[in-house]
């Protein structure tokens, strides 16, 4: 997992949510919720691409005991028309950011995906990005499909929002527009919040989430 910040240092802490109730009246998550992780958008870990055609900003990862990696959420800018790394084995999917958003061949089949639009592929289809004219950033999320499942979420919400990863996720939040609050701590555009099984979060503001829940098989 990348390097985050705790938002609070124990249970004793003003921001530990085990004493708060949901919107809708039931219990929060448990004490686990007190180690929230926040990742800045400052503390991305940049990595090339597998295929060395550019570079991606890991926002959060994990591997397994032999170092291979078990899922990963990261952040990359296409500047130019070209292939995609393959990665047999792996599910996919990807959310363009700007407005502009992408143009893509999968498979021979051209498509067009939207700002905020969700596609999904699998590692080794062939992909391509087609007709680029300027630099699109991308939200991208990965996972070992023999032993991971993963669903990416384009969420917005009004005033108030409650998140919460089941026993069997991870959930990460990536913060897409404007500056909010996840449990009365301020998150600035691409900030991140990392959740474990049971634990959850408040966002307030008027906002937009990229959500990647990873579920174990």
């Known amino acids: 997992m990348a390097d985050g910040h705790d938002f609070g240092e124990g249970c004793g802490s003003s ?20 180690r929230l992780k926040r990742i800045p958008a400052s503390a991305r870990n940049v990595q090339p691409w597998k295929n060395g055609l550019g570079v991606t900003e890991v926002i959060a990862a994990e591997e397994d005991e032999a170092g291979e990696e078990l899922w990963r959420i990261s952040v990359a800018t296409i ?17 363009p950011l700007d407005v502009d958003g992408l143009n893509l061949s999968i498979d021979g089949v051209e498509r067009r995906v939207s700002q905020y ?13 087609v007709g680029v004219r300027s630099a699109i950033r991308d939200l991208n999320a990965m996972a070992r499909r023999v032993d991971h499942s993963i669903t990416l ?14 026993a069997n996720q991870q959930v990460v939040l990536v913060n897409l527009l ?20 049971g634990e959850g979060v408040e966002m307030r503001g008027l906002g937009r989430l990229g959500v990647l829940t990873v579920s174990k098989r």
């Open 178 to 197: 404007r500056p909010v609050t996840c449990s009365g701590v301020e998150l600035e555009y691409g900030d991140a919040v990392s959740l474990q099984g």
């Open 117 to 129: 639009e969700v596609v999904a592929f699998e590692g080794e289809a062939s992909v391509e990005v």
């Open 153 to 166: 979420q384009d969420v917005r919400f009004v005033d108030a929002k409650w998140i919460q990863a089941e």
């Open 15 to 34: 921001r530990c949510l085990s004493t708060r109730r949901a919107p809708d009246g039931g219990r929060l998550a448990s004490w686990r919720a007190c």
């Open 79 to 95: 500047s130019q028309n070209g292939p995609f790394s393959s990665y047999p084995g792996v599910s996919r999917l990807l959310m």
